[in-house]
């Protein structure tokens, strides 16, 4: 194992060199830096301790039960828990090394670097352009319409879905199929060019046509964003990422590169869940 693997528990973190390797072996820099995250919901506590690093230009997935706390976790990373009444984090997130629970930082700033992508598509109640110009028109990104247009088709060719809407901008993006409107939801969120996107069970309500689709997508997208992909299906976590976080009853039991987890997990838990005797 390389050397710069140095956290006994898990041999995930790079403390001494900030980077993790892929299962190519090729270091990557750490973007996302968690340690000792806990969530409280009121007085239920929903994530124990939870200390990963999430390298860049990657796919990271987390895996474990319903309930187990991944999608929680996810959604601290670009603080949508802020949004629920009476939960509490407390640990320390860093982005790029920037404590992104502190109390001077901007949530709107934060949350066009670290996009989302939920699990029912959710287009807006616009054009399908609109859906995408809306980002980077609220953000400043664009000088004028020129610039604004080039934006929305380089966000759609990313989104692979340029060839199949560049007749029909003005149509509302509701009237897209699911796996379409999924791809939109993606395009919308790339367009203010952030550099991490988190997705939570982003296949769960498509077909598998549609699945494959998000899928290969996600393969072309780890080349340019850090990915985080929560997902309810092992096969998927095994085909998209380079590394697996496994989530159980809120504590995060292992993760490292997804070909050791899912051939030579470290812990039972690990172990028992991918075979199938729980979950």
């Known amino acids: 194992m390389p050397s710069e693997k140095i956290v006994p528990?898990?041999?995930?973190?790079a403390i001494s060199s900030s980077t993790v390797r892929t299962p190519d072996e090729s270091p990557r820099p750490?973007?996302?830096?968690?340690?000792?995250?806990?969530v409280f919901y009121g007085a239920k506590q929903?994530?124990?301790?939870?200390s990963i690093d999430i390298p860049e230009k990657a796919v990271t997935a987390f895996i474990g039960p319903s309930g187990c706390g991944k999608s929680t976790f996810l959604r601290c990373l670009n603080r949508m828990?802020?949004?629920?009444?009476?939960?509490?984090?407390?640990?320390?997130?860093?982005?790029?090394?920037?404590?992104?629970?502190?109390?001077?930082?901007?949530?709107?700033?934060?949350?066009?670097?670290?996009g989302m992508v939920?699990?029912?598509p959710n287009p807006f109640p616009k054009s399908i352009y609109e859906n995408v110009a809306y980002g980077p028109r609220i953000h400043g990104l664009a000088k004028n319409k020129a610039e604004l247009d080039a934006i929305v088709e380089a966000s759609l060719h990313k989104a692979s879905l340029w060839s199949e809407?560049?007749?029909?901008?003005?149509?509302?993006?509701?009237?897209?199929?699911?796996?379409?409107?999924q791809r939109l939801c993606i395009a919308r969120a790339i367009a203010v060019s952030p550099e991490v996107i988190l997705m939570d069970e982003p296949c769960s309500a498509l077909d598998p046509i549609a699945t494959a689709k998000i899928e290969e997508l996600i393969d072309e997208l780890k080349q340019n964003f850090t990915i985080v992909i929560v997902t309810h299906s092992m096969q998927q976590a095994a085909r998209v990422s380079q590394r697996t976080a496994f989530f159980h009853l809120g504590n995060l039991v292992e993760e490292g590169p997804t070909d050791m987890i899912f051939t030579?997990?470290?812990?039972?838990?690990?172990?028992?869940?991918?075979?199938?005797?729980?979950?």
């Not at 528990?9 to 973190?13: A, G, H, I, M, V």
């Not at 809407?165 to 409107?181: A, F, I, M, W, Y």
Request: with cysteine; glycine share 10%; hydrophobic share 30%.
């Open 46 to 50: 929903a994530l124990f301790d939870v």
């Open 30 to 38: 750490v973007r996302v830096t968690a340690r000792d995250v806990s």
């Open 118 to 120: 939920f699990q029912k």
């Open 264 to 279: 030579s997990p470290g812990e039972k838990r690990t172990q028992d869940y991918i075979t199938g005797r729980f979950g």
């Open 81 to 114: 828990n802020d949004t629920i009444e009476d939960c509490r984090v407390n640990g320390r997130i860093e982005l790029d090394g920037q404590n992104i629970y502190d109390a001077a930082l901007d949530v709107v700033e934060l949350r066009a670097r670290v």
């Open 9 to 13: 528990s898990s041999d995930l973190y």
């Open 165 to 181: 809407v560049k007749d029909r901008l003005n149509e509302p993006g509701t009237g897209l199929s699911g796996g379409q409107q």
